[in-house]
């Protein structure tokens, strides 16, 4: 795919037309584009292939725009200067907070077994917001929603069985990276981003939710209104949260989604989450 000159302006892909034209002339050129639901940041698009690339007849592209696709008063800085990590394993002239994703799933893909599927990256563009990669399949599901479909017909080993083969995938994932094997704490400590979004979604926002000062909340559900909040303990919430928040950005990597895999035996794939609110605030 042509590389674009950094003066070019970045592409809009905010829609199937504007996708399918951006990937003609390209070895993904594509004969259809559907558009997928989900996600807060990214526009996430499955591309129906011309001809099929490594056996595969479809691919997914996310693109993200300034503006997070969701939340249209929250931007989302998708291109800085390069730090010297990021520099060192991704010599472009910009980095994009792309790169983080891209590299997260490369290196880990790269070690793990044979019963945890990441998807394969085949084309990143900086300069547009761009990741092309591999399609786990039309059928598949997110941990949450697979749980939320069977209601209570989940039985108790196979919710073992998933706690367990997660469990097992996380601490091989800190066992691997406890010696930052080239590099990778160095380069992920870089996502500053990531921290600072997560620390205000998980502890900045509890106390205004929780006394509705939260103007950011309209269109959610209300509290439940026999929910009793003792305000002298809304006050200790702000110290709380910058304790956690420093917690938080002292952390090598950062929480939110660690990685989206398949385990193999549910061909499902689960959303690993390292980050939970302080267990003060109950």
């Known amino acids: 795919m042509p590389i674009p000159t950094p003066s070019s302006e970045s592409l809009s892909l905010t829609s199937g037309p504007t996708v399918e034209a951006y990937l003609a002339n390209t070895p993904f050129a594509c004969q259809s584009v559907t558009c997928l639901t989900g996600g807060t940041i990214n526009y996430l698009y499955r591309i129906q292939l011309l001809e099929p690339l490594e056996g595969s007849q479809t691919l997914i592209l996310k693109h993200a725009q300034q503006v997070t696709k969701v939340w249209e008063d929250t931007t989302w ?30 290196r880990v893909r790269s070690r793990l077994s044979s019963d945890v599927v990441i998807p394969k990256i085949h084309h990143l563009d900086v300069h547009n917001h761009v990741i092309i990669m591999e399609d786990c399949g039309p059928d598949v599901v997110t941990l949450t929603e697979y749980l939320s479909s069977r209601g209570d017909a989940v039985s108790p080993e196979t ?21 930052n094997p080239d590099g990778i704490l160095d ?37 439940p209104s026999d929910l009793q909040v003792d305000r002298s303990n809304i ?10 928040r420093s917690k938080l950005f002292s952390d090598r990597v950062p929480g939110r989604d660690v990685v989206s895999s398949t385990v193999s035996r549910f061909r499902r794939p689960y959303h690993i989450h390292s980050i939970s609110p302080p267990k003060q605030l109950n």
Do not use: C
């Open 187 to 223: 380069l992920f400590d870089e996502n500053t981003q990531a921290k600072d979004v997560g620390a205000e979604f998980y502890y900045d926002r509890v106390a205004p939710t929780l006394d509705g000062s939260d103007k950011s909340s309209n269109g959610l559900p209300p509290l």
């Open 159 to 179: 919710a073992r069985d998933i706690g367990v083969t997660l469990g097992e995938f996380l601490a091989s994932m800190h066992d691997w990276s406890r010696s």
């Open 77 to 106: 800085d998708l291109k800085r200067q390069a730090s010297r990590e990021l520099s060192r394993v991704m010599p472009y002239a910009h980095s994009s907070i792309q790169i983080f994703e891209v590299e997260a799933m490369t």
């Open 235 to 244: 006050q200790l919430i702000p110290t709380l949260a910058q304790e956690y």
